[in-house]
């Protein structure tokens, strides 16, 4: 949905300046996080035979970048990327990965990479002035889709890619290293004090898959596609109580006829607090999905009394 609350700030997820800086979580498993928050982190999964990256960043440059950053922590061969949703941040990179390398993905987030013109304008909101989407002409889509799991042997580790429902978008990928218990959510969960970004308009539908991610996933650690490395709880647990929190209270609004615009300022953010060192635009960052994610909620809702009637 395009639709934006007054005065939203969108996240900057320019590459300029971008430097991944390799955080080793267990062996062979690295979290490659942004400089900056809140442009992209990425993965790499090192196995005896082979190495998985995950995501490609927001252009051809971007991707290439990954690829230098990854030789530099290992002499595996780049066999796997794993794209952990459809949108161009995490996948307009896909093109400077060669033909050797196979690119896994949902079938949800696949179906979604349709329309490179309408993803690009997408994201150019949150360009600020760079032009690295010029360099952008195709879309690399996934080779291998899968529905809810997939396995991938790197050679002496097992790595599970997971389709758990609608979050973020309708086909979040996470990908998750049993053996380190580190997960690679993207967009579909991070630690706690960050607002999600409910793109899809569906909290109580969210909520259920972070129920699912809970219960299915043995992880002690999230790496997320934006913000602060973390630790899985209390993040999941906190999400999912914002998520049913935003659902009633957003349906009270609705049913007593309050408009969109006072809830914007009458719903608290129900416990989600960035980390106090974090700079003041990533708490107006946080703020401002928290608006987007009521007027989503109230959309989804009217679409919802539309369809019942």
Request: hydrophobic letters at 40%; charged letters at 20%.
């Amino acid at each position: 949905m395009s639709e934006r609350p007054p005065e939203f700030v969108a996240p900057n997820l320019s590459p300029a300046g971008l430097r991944l800086a390799p955080q080793e979580l267990g062996e062979g498993v690295y979290a490659l996080m942004a400089n900056e928050v809140p442009k992209d982190n990425n993965g790499l999964i090192v196995g005896e035979k082979a190495a998985l990256v995950v995501d490609s960043g927001i252009s051809p440059d971007v991707g290439r970048y990954i690829q230098e950053v990854a030789a530099g922590l290992t002499g595996k061969p780049i066999q796997f990327l794993a794209n952990t949703t459809y949108h161009g941040d995490h996948t307009f990179g896909n093109t400077a990965f060669g033909d050797e390398v196979t690119v896994f993905s949902s079938r949800v987030n696949k179906a979604a990479m349709t329309d490179l013109t309408a993803e690009k304008r997408m994201r150019a909101e949150s360009m600020y002035g760079d032009d690295s989407l010029d360099q952008v002409h195709t879309w690399r889509k996934p080779d291998v889709v899968f529905d809810r799991f997939c396995e991938i042997d790197l050679g002496g580790r097992i790595v599970h890619l997971w389709h758990l429902g609608p979050g973020n978008g309708s086909g979040d990928t996470l990908v998750h290293v049993p053996d380190a218990k580190v997960t690679f959510t993207g967009n579909f969960v991070l630690p706690a004090g960050v607002t999600p970004m409910m793109l899809i308009g569906d909290p109580l539908g969210y909520a259920r898959s972070l129920r699912t991610m809970r219960t299915l996933l043995d992880t002690d650690t999230i790496v997320p596609g934006h913000g602060f490395l973390g630790p899985a709880e209390p993040g999941i647990t906190a999400w999912i109580s914002y998520l049913e929190h935003l659902a009633a209270a957003v349906h009270r609004g609705r049913e007593a006829n309050v408009p969109v615009e006072v809830l914007y300022d009458e719903l608290p953010m129900w416990g989600i607090e960035p980390p106090a060192a974090a700079p003041e635009r990533f708490h107006a960052l946080v703020r401002s999905l928290h608006r987007l994610n009521i007027l989503l909620t109230y959309r989804w809702l009217d679409g919802v009394r539309t369809t019942a009637a």
